[in-house]
Structures are given as C-alpha cells and as structure tokens.
C-alpha cells in the first residue's frame, strides 16, 4: 500500500508539471496584469510635512514592482470643487511628490489632469494634500496615469519592443478589444506586468487572470 501511494503521488507530481510546462509555454507571450486604484508617490519632506518629522511609512503589503509597496497611510486630496479621502500612500518616498488619480475625479475634484507616464510632471496641476498632521499644496504632480508595460530588458528583446516604444495591446474575454497607447517601461529593474488604473481595467473587464498580448 505504501508503495502504491507514493508511486500515486510521483504520477500526481508528474502531471502537474507537465501542465504548468504546457501552460507556461501557450502563454509565453501573454503578460501578467496590474489594476491599480488612485494613489499618490510622496517626496520625503512631503512625507514628514503630512504625517510628522520622525515619521517612517509603515509597509502594508509588497506590491509586483521589486521595492515597491503600498503603506498603511492614506490621505485626502483637495481640489476646487471637492476632496477625496483615504488616497493609499506608495513606498519608498520619491524625489517629488505625485498624486495618480482616475479620470473621472476630474469632476469631484474640479480639475483637468493630463495622461502622463510616471515622473513627467512638468506643466500638470497642483493640489492640495491633508494629512494627521498637516497639509501640503503641491504646485504640480497630479495625473492620470497612462496605461503602460513594465518589462525586462531580457523580455522586452523578446517581445520585440524598446522603452519608450508606443504599442497596442489585445485582451481576450467577453468584453476584451484593443487598447491602443500603451507605453513600454524597460529597464533592468523592472518586472513584466501590466498595469492599467480600475476605470481603464473594468472597461474591458480586465484582471489578474486576464491575457494580455502586444499587437502591433
């Protein structure tokens, strides 16, 4: 009997290999999503301004990205017209402040933010940052987040792609279709995911499990 149930369980073993070597090689070119909710990126003298001199952020959880991760801070963010509360703050702090929001809060909080990739700031508007301890009126940093690829050198050789590089991708289900304007971010630090804000994502019901591929 024992013999039986270990000879059982190797054959178990086996076929579970088999299956992930058959699913990882059907889905070689298919990359792993990213849904991402508003958030903001603070600078450390914002950080301290917000929640206190002696203030470390405090990690929640490890996001995709290597180093990064969302912190148990939130804030509120205020526009003309209104605010938003319990913005979730991402670590490490940044050399500038950036506050990513949907598209839609352009209405809540009374202002017409730009698409812009991460760090090109320049020209975007202000907003006000309230925190436990105080308050910050940045004069620009606030976005919406263009839709992008985060990726390798290694996978972006392989995907026949190169920073900076424009692409369209294709998402399959029931309500899936063509993104258009998705930027590549390759670099040696990053890994291949996806990332795409909630409003972008259940537009096209898109999920962790959902596959993504480049078109060109």
Known sequence: MENFEAVLSMLIEEVKKNHSIEKSCSDINSIPVGVSNRHVHLSAEDMKAL??????????????????????????????????????????????????????????????????????????????????????????????????????????????????????????????GIYSNVAIRANDSSLLEFHVDTEEANAMNINSLSKIKIKK
Do not use: W
């Not at 804030?75 to 017209?81: A, H």
């Not at 009374?110 to 812009?116: A, E, K, S, W, Y």
């Not at 940052?129 to 308050?135: I, M, R, T, Y």
């Open 51 to 176: 929640f206190g001199e002696n203030h470390e952020l405090v990690k929640l959880k490890e996001l995709s990205q290597p180093g990064q991760y969302a912190c148990k801070e939130t804030i509120t963010i205020c526009g003309p017209k209104g605010a938003i509360e319990k913005v979730r703050v991402l670590g490490p702090t940044r050399n500038k402040t950036q506050v990513e929001v949907l598209l839609g809060d352009s209405y809540k909080l009374g202002l017409d933010m730009p698409i812009r990739i991460s760090g090109d700031l320049k020209g975007t508007p202000g907003i006000t940052l309230v925190g436990p301890k105080g308050s910050v009126q940045i004069k620009e940093g606030l976005v919406v987040a263009q839709r992008h690829i985060h990726m390798n050198c290694k996978d972006a050789k392989r995907l026949g792609v190169e920073d900076g590089e424009i692409v369209s991708i294709e998402v399959d289900g029931e309500r899936g």
